[in-house]
Nanobody, 115 residues
């Protein structure tokens, strides 16, 4: 089993920045892709960034150029740097890890962007 704990969410004004962290514990050996997802009220959960073991990252157009995902494998930690935040970025942000066919989720951290 892998446990994921997110932190770093909060309230920020539009145009501001936040840095989310996701710390993995438990059976972390073999974790491959780690992703950040978000879910706004009444909307489906969507991927905002993913990173594979070697650091290669992928982003949807909605956040490309504003969000940066990075991982520190030695610390079992993944970060999501979010800049130029917009009110539409308001959501609960979840960390997701995939390990040998299994998928694990954190409990989520709330990000609220005020206009």
């Amino acid at each position: 089993q892998v446990q994921l704990v997110e932190s770093g969410g909060g309230l920020v004004q539009a145009g501001g920045s936040l840095r989310l962290s996701c710390v993995a514990s438990g059976s972390t050996f073999g974790i491959g892709t780690i992703g950040w997802y978000r879910q706004a009220p009444g909307k489906q959960r969507e991927l905002v960034a993913s990173v594979i073991y070697n650091g290669d990252a992928n982003y949807p157009d909605s956040v490309k150029g504003r969000f940066t995902i990075s991982r520190d494998n030695a610390k079992n930690t993944v970060y999501l740097q979010m800049n130029s935040l917009k009110p539409e970025d308001t959501a609960v942000y979840y960390c997701n890890a995939r390990r040998w066919g299994a998928e694990f989720w954190g409990q989520g951290t709330q990000v609220t962007v005020s206009s």
